[in-house]
C-alpha cells in the first residue's frame, strides 16, 4: 500500500471534520444575523414609540400616562440592552466558530499537500521504473540482436 493510499482515509477524515466546522459557522453566522435583525427592530421599536409619545405630549399629556409611557420606555430600554448583549455573545461565538473552522481548514490544506506531494514522488518513482524497465528491454533486444548477427 502507497503513502498516498495510506494517507487518503486521513484526508477524508480532515475534510468532514473541514465541513463540519464550515456549518457551524454558517449556524453561528446566521445567530448573529438574527440577533442583530431582533436589536434594530427593537431599536426601531423604541424609537417609534418614543416619537409617539412626543407628538402626543405636544398637546398635553397627564401624570398617569406620563408614568405608563416612562415604565414601558424602561423595559424598552432594558430589552434593547438585553439584546445589546446576545448579539455581542452571538459576536463573540462566530469569532469562535471562524477560528475553529480557520485550523479545521489550514489542516485539511496540509494533508492535501502531503498527499499531492506523495502523489507527485509515487509517479515520478513509477515513471522512473518504467524508464528503467524500458531501457533494460531496449538493450536485452539490442544484446539479442547482435548475438545474432555474430552467429
Known amino acids: 500500500m502507497t503513502k498516498s493510499e495510506r494517507l ?4 477524508k ?3 468532514s471534520r473541514e465541513r463540519r466546522a464550515a456549518g457551524k459557522l454558517a449556524e453561528a453566522m446566521q445567530r448573529r444575523q438574527q440577533a442583530e435583525e431582533r436589536l434594530k ?3 426601531r421599536y423604541r424609537d417609534e414609540y418614543e416619537q409617539l409619545f412626543q407628538r402626543d405630549a ?19 430600554s432594558q430589552g434593547v440592552e438585553h439584546q445589546n448583549r446576545k448579539v455581542k455573545e452571538a459576536a463573540a461565538a462566530c469569532e469562535e466558530a471562524r477560528r ?6 489550514t489542516r485539511c490544506q496540509a494533508l492535501d499537500k502531503a498527499m499531492e506531494n506523495h502523489c507527485r514522488a509515487e509517479r515520478r518513482s513509477e515513471a522512473r521504473r518504467e524508464q528503467r524497465d524500458s531501457d533494460e528491454h ?14
Open 41 to 43: 427592530e427593537l431599536q
Open 8 to 11: 487518503q482515509p486521513i484526508v
Open 138 to 151: 531496449a538493450q536485452r533486444i539490442r544484446g539479442e540482436a547482435i548475438a545474432d548477427e555474430g552467429e
Open 13 to 15: 477524515v480532515s475534510e
Open 100 to 105: 475553529a473552522w480557520l485550523e479545521t481548514r
Open 58 to 76: 405636544h398637546y398635553g399629556v397627564g401624570a398617569e400616562k406620563l408614568r405608563d409611557y416612562r415604565s414601558f420606555a424602561a423595559l424598552l
